[in-house]
């Protein structure tokens, strides 16, 4: 069966300290991935997909098949990092779903 | 441009009513879908639509019921609320993966409480 899981519920860091909030994946196709983030009070919203490569407010994930995971990761946390992340997967099918793990919650000390 | 737009914001059932949630997107999505978000679980697939006149079961369908009347709305049902209802109700909607953009937009979420 597909999942997703996140095994860490809260975080908690410095600011300015490394952050890497893990995510791994069970699937048997070809996975998508992606982080959403969820501010106070506000709405879901895309920080970055795999296969974009890219770094959006510092954070960067790289899908890594062998481990089946896709940890996210930011070298200098902010405190306004601070907020509820949410990796997921998307399955390449007729289903189309799309299935969240139970994210974490990121809090940044000052 | 709206995006995602859930109707009502916070509602407070009784045992037994029922009631819909209304979800909207102007952004001509094909897919939607609607999810519970609860502490501790994340967010849990309930329905889900590819289409006009096309529903689907996700996880925890049990107790809701959905409809897709019009490609930019998803309808989501209780037809007799129970206290384990009570959660946030988050619609989202993306374009198939055939489009390339496979971003998810989500409403703001829909507060319900069930006593």
């Known amino acids: 069966a597909q999942r997703v899981t996140q095994p860490e519920k809260l975080l908690s860091v410095f600011k300015g300290a490394p952050v890497e909030l893990k995510c791994n994946y069970s699937y048997s196709g070809s996975p998508e991935l992606f982080w959403y983030v969820q501010y106070s009070r506000q709405r879901l919203q895309l920080l970055l997909r795999h296969i974009s490569r890219e770094s959006i407010k510092g954070f960067t994930a790289d899908l890594n098949k062998g481990e089946t995971s896709f940890h996210l990761k930011k070298p200098f946390a902010q405190e306004e990092d601070s907020a509820m992340y949410y990796c997921?997967?998307?399955?390449?099918?007729?289903?189309?779903?799309?299935?969240f793990g139970s994210g974490t919650r990121l809090s940044i000390r000052p | 441009n709206a995006g995602v737009t859930q109707t009502p914001k916070f509602r407070v059932l009784k045992t037994g009513q029922s009631m819909t949630l209304l979800c909207a997107q102007d952004?001509?999505?094909?897919?939607m879908y609607w999810y519970r978000q609860d502490p501790g679980m994340g967010l849990r697939l309930i329905h889900y639509?590819?289409?006009?006149?096309?529903?689907a079961k996700g996880e925890v369908p049990d107790g809701y019921n959905v409809s897709r009347l019009k490609k930019q709305n998803f309808l989501l049902g209780l037809e007799s609320a129970a206290p384990s209802q009570t959660s946030v109700y988050f619609c989202?909607?993306?374009?198939?993966?055939?489009?390339?953009?496979?971003?998810?937009?989500f409403g703001q979420g829909t507060r319900l409480t069930v006593v």
């Open positions: 639509s590819v289409g006009e006149g096309t529903t």
């Open positions: 989202a909607s993306r374009s198939p993966e055939r489009q390339g953009n496979t971003e998810a937009f």
């Open positions: 952004m001509n999505h094909e897919y």
């Open positions: 997921a997967l998307s399955l390449y099918s007729s289903a189309s779903k799309i299935i």
